[in-house]
């Protein structure tokens, strides 16, 4: 079945470091992919999405890239905040119409 | 707008009580979600409801039930809590009914209910 895998955290850097969290998937077809961002003590909410191959998804300076070659949607930040420091997981539409979550990566940014 | 309410916020049950959680959007989704997440585990759908008046299993459903009341309202009902019910559920909606027509849709989360069993 479909599936999503995402690197295993947590992630520690310093502020103003480049970010890189990497999520692979497993699908049938051409499936949409998310990334979800949660913040401590709160419900998920979209950061951004991409719904065909090559698509880049962009918002509050992080970007992924729809890379059905590697089956990739790798999740990057040229300068992380401290504000930035929250779990984030990658997704993904399956071919039976719901949403697979990936285990999640907790994100820590040190000022 | 509040988007998707959830209550109550915290709860804490004697192994072989029964509770129920509510939640509730006012976006006018079609599909509802509920979503239990444990450590290491991210997020396991429970049950779904892609339109008022249906209901569909999930990856875990055993122990619960639930009840689509009407557009708004998607409630998780434990009969018997066990300690391995412990857990963060959260619910969510989307505007499509769950076909392939929905799949760019966002979720819509609320804010958590996080449970204990003893």
């Known amino acids: 079945g479909d599936s999503v895998t995402q690197m295993e955290g947590p992630v520690t850097l310093s502020e103003e470091a480049f970010l890189t969290i990497n999520c692979t998937y497993t699908a049938t077809g051409y499936p949409s992919l998310f990334w979800y961002v949660q913040y401590p003590g709160e419900g998920l909410q979209l950061l951004l999405k991409?719904?065909?191959?090559?698509d880049k998804g962009s918002n509050k300076g992080f970007e992924a890239t729809y890379r059905k070659e590697t089956t990739s949607f790798h999740l990057e930040k040229g300068s992380v905040q401290v504000s930035d420091s929250a779990v984030y997981f990658c997704?993904?539409?399956?071919?039976?119409?719901?949403?697979?979550f990936g285990s999640g990566t907790r994100l820590s940014i040190r000022p | 707008n509040a988007g998707v309410t959830q209550t109550p916020k915290f709860q804490v049950l004697k192994t072989g009580q029964s509770m129920t959680l509510q939640c509730a959007q006012d976006?006018?989704?079609?599909?509802m979600y509920w979503y239990r997440q444990d450590p290491g585990m991210g997020l396991r759908l429970i049950y779904y409801s892609a339109s008022e008046g249906t209901t569909d299993k999930g990856e875990v459903p055993n122990g619960y039930n639930v009840s689509r009341l009407n557009k708004r309202e998607f409630s998780l009902r434990l009969e018997s809590a066990a300690p391995s019910q412990t857990s963060v559920y959260f619910c969510a909606s989307t505007r499509g009914q769950g076909t392939r027509d929905s799949r760019t849709d966002t979720q819509y989360f609320g804010p958590g209910t996080r449970l204990t069993v003893l």
């Open positions: 997704a993904l539409y399956s071919s039976a119409s719901k949403i697979i």
């Open positions: 976006m006018n989704h079609n599909s």
């Open positions: 991409a719904t065909k191959a090559d």
